[in-house]
């Protein structure tokens, strides 16, 4: 068992910094927890903290019910995995993977069973007696992986470990780690600025900004439901399309007006932004681009969710392809089929799924 409870943590660093502020998290034991936010919101800090390398300025670190505030890093039984690998560059890798353990005086059997089962897992068997040099990147990042393993610790913090490798490693790795996870049933804590790592590899992520958590939850829920334009924002690639639109009833329904076009808002959002008191105000909407259409039977089925254009550019990715449209003097960007061909310079049609629209407070910028 090794669940982690952050009670208001937070951290002030010499100078007056605020790096992180009331951090309240409970991790579950065995959970992958993901930590995402911009370079400088404090997502190293939280791990630094919890790893016992940087002094907590307020608040209590609980391991497994036992407050840990005061307990050396050494003794926590957490092991951490850095982007940098931190190798030792003079030894062989299973004399890497058993350094920590031969500092702990482990009797020799041990240690070797330690490493060759950890080198077994990670595919290093045939690496063991190499210099770190004598490594690709991704292998060099298995060894520092392993180093972590042979500890058996009760939780696992990994700092943003795949940043250091190209992109076709890094997509492998992910894969890697995340089987990793599932076989030792270890708790892991990990940082990250990459929105694909946070979306597809933990069960929970937590996004911050400025030393504050902005919302926890599991990634689709994250990326289905965002509590305000920051979260919206920040996960998925390409980002949501943000548009400030007219609140505005019209004979009973209420519309998003963009420009000279009205756009339908379903009828209990409509009637929960006019309970709020945003009838006849700007908000801004927010719409992914897999939710706008650029052709198909929604164009013509509803011609009242459907707004001229002019292409912009098309970035072809294989399996789809997005178009940057500009409309009402803004550019969104359209998810089409790659059989779509078009034009730049080219006048389209833009389709709004206004089901899926999200409408955010202009000032506040809370989802409302
Ligand atoms: P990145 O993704 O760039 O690594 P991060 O989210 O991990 O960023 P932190 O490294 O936790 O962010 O830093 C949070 C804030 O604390 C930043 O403003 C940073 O400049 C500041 N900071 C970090 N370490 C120190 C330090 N030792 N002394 C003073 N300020 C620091």
């Known amino acids: 068992m090794a669940g982690l409870h952050l009670k208001n ?34 997502k ?8 016992g390398l940087e002094e907590i300025s307020a608040g209590e670190l609980y391991i497994d019910d036992r407050l840990v505030n005061d307990v050396a890093a050494k003794d926590r039984d957490i092991a951490m995995v850095f982007q940098n690998y931190a190798l030792y560059p003079h030894l062989s890798v299973y004399d890497n993977m058993a350094f920590g353990l031969k500092l702990r005086k482990l009797p020799k059997a041990e240690i070797r069973e330690n490493v060759q089962e950890a080198a077994r897992i990670l595919g290093l068997e045939d690496l063991l007696q190499r210099k770190p040099k004598e490594l690709s990147g991704g292998q060099r990042q298995r ?26 490693l890094r997509t492998q790795m992910r894969i890697e780690i995340a089987k990793l996870h599932k ?29 504050l958590i902005q919302q926890i939850d599991s990634p689709q829920a994250i990326y289905d439901h965002p509590v305000n334009v920051f ?7 390409p980002g949501m399309n943000f548009l400030e639109v007219l609140m505005i009833e019209e004979k009973g329904c209420i519309y998003a007006q963009l420009a000279d076009a009205l756009l339908p808002v379903p009828a209990a959002v409509g009637q929960r932004l ?12 927010g719409i992914r681009a897999e939710h706008l259409w650029g052709s198909g039977d929604f164009l013509d089925l509803h011609p009242q969710c459907t707004l001229p254009g002019r292409l912009e550019f098309s970035e072809l990715r294989g399996a ?20 779509l061909r078009a034009a730049t310079g080219q006048e389209v049609r833009v389709g709004f799924n206004m089901a899926k629209a999200h409408f ?3 000032e506040s910028g809370v989802n409302i």
């Open 320 to 339: 789809e392809t997005y178009h940057y449209v500009r409309i009402a003097g803004r550019e969104v960007v359209v998810r089409v089929s790659p059989e």
């Open 183 to 211: 076989n030792l049933q270890t708790t892991f804590v990990y940082v990250t600025h990459d929105q694909t790592e946070a979306m597809t590899m933990g069960t929970r992520i937590v996004v911050m900004k400025d030393g």
């Open 231 to 237: 979260v919206a924002g920040f996960l998925g690639s």
């Open 360 to 362: 955010f407070d202009q």
């Open 274 to 285: 006019k309970g709020q008191g945003y009838l006849d105000r700007k908000v801004v909407l």
């Open 143 to 168: 060894v520092a992986l392993g180093r972590a393993i042979v500890r058996k610790p009760k939780v696992f913090l990994m700092d943003e470990p795949l940043s250091n490798l190209d992109a076709q």
């Open 44 to 51: 190293t800090t939280v791990l630094r903290m919890v790893a």
């Open 9 to 42: 943590l937070a951290k002030t660093y010499p100078g007056g910094v605020a790096a992180v502020r009331d951090f309240s998290l409970e991790i579950k034991d065995q959970e992958f927890l993901i930590l995402v936010g911009p370079s400088g919101c404090g």
